[in-house]
């Protein structure tokens, strides 16, 4: 489908019914309003991410608190492998969030160059 539609631009601009540049030109307070609109997506995304860091924050610690109450009922090393599979989804997390937001910034700042800020 994709290849018909460039076939079909390819053929209104060789036959002149369609000018190259307005083919792709989109209207720069339509790209800016896109932008905006990319950019509230993005940190809206980061904020589901500080869910996932909490929860497994708090689920870290409740199950220390919870399930280690001595060597002989739940084993020291259950509790690190716990820790170190919350730690890893908390960091992972985290970089996805930062990314997030700098795709957000970005967003924000093309805005405002094609309002002329």
């Known amino acids: 489908m994709k290849t018909l539609a460039i076939v079909v631009l390819s053929l209104g ?4 019914v369609v000018s190259p ?11 800016a309003a896109d932008h905006l609109a990319m950019a509230a997506s993005y940190e ?7 869910a996932l860091i909490a929860e497994h924050t708090t689920m870290k610690k409740e199950y220390k608190d919870r399930f ?18 919350c730690d890893a989804i908390i960091k ?11 795709f957000a910034k970005w967003h924000r700042m093309r805005a405002a160059e094609l309002q002329g800020r």
């Open 92 to 102: 992972d997390a985290q970089k996805v969030k930062n990314d997030l937001l700098d």
């Open 68 to 85: 280690f109450v001595n060597e002989k009922v739940t084993p020291i090393s259950k509790v690190r492998k716990m820790e170190r599979h």
């Open 21 to 31: 540049i307005s083919a792709f030109a989109v209207e720069p307070a339509q790209a």
């Open 44 to 50: 809206q995304q980061a904020t589901s991410q500080d």
């Open 13 to 16: 601009v060789l036959l002149g």
